[in-house]
């Protein structure tokens, strides 16, 4: 039994061996692809491969290059669009406090 119990604490003391500058410098590394919350500029910004390719804003999604889609863009007008977006807010907070 004392065996293992030794054999446990020196597995544990080799796999946290790792020093704490590794780990850091690891979580410190920026992904080239991610997404970032601008809380000074009111931005979320989409970056894929370093490069910034979309935003959303207060006022709408800015994207400077191509938009490919295989199905159907309607304009719902503003009012239809708030509405949906409000119904999906009420939904996924449901599904957060785990209502039906």
């Known amino acids: 039994m004392y065996y293992l119990i030794m054999r446990f604490i020196l597995i544990l003391l080799f796999t946290f061996s790792v020093s704490p500058t590794a ?19 009111n931005v979320i910004r989409i970056i894929i491969e370093g490069h910034e390719v979309a935003q959303f804003t207060s006022s709408g999604l800015l994207v ?20 949906e977006m409000k119904a999906n807010s009420k939904a996924s907070q449901a599904d957060v406090n785990g209502k039906p």
């Open 23 to 41: 780990f850091a410098q690891e979580s410190q590394a920026i992904a080239p692809t991610r997404i970032e919350v601008d809380q000074d500029a």
């Open 64 to 83: 400077p290059g191509d938009i490919n889609f295989g199905g159907t863009i309607r304009d719902g007008g503003g009012e239809q669009i708030k509405q």
